[in-house]
């Protein structure tokens, strides 16, 4: 699925608080934005140059309000199995 803030393949800088509660940035590669059980979810990876069926991918709740894109950490290990699923079945409907 497409977004047109987003697309696949483009890349996006998150801004999170470590241990210490210091700010980072780290610059992810959108793998996909898609739709599970009523959500937006987000698949992510923080290698930039690798194949996507080689590299980490984290996936994250996806919210748009207002103009701004948020990722919340999915809290629940019966919605992350959710979003996983789901995003199996977008990479397995994607054209060759």
Request: hydrophobic share 35%; glycine share 6%; aromatic share 8%.
């Amino acid at each position: 699925m497409s977004n047109p803030h987003h697309p696949e393949g483009s890349i996006i800088t998150i801004t999170a608080a470590d241990e210490n509660g210091r700010e980072t940035d780290q610059d992810f590669r959108v793998i996909a934005i898609y739709p599970a059980g009523g959500r937006q979810y987000i698949a992510l990876t923080p290698e930039l140059d690798t194949p996507e069926l080689e590299a980490d991918i984290y996936l994250f709740r996806y919210l748009e309000e207002g103009g701004q894109s948020t990722v919340e950490e999915i809290p629940e290990d019966e919605e992350f199995a959710l979003a996983a699923d789901a995003l199996q079945q977008v990479q397995l409907s994607r054209p060759d």
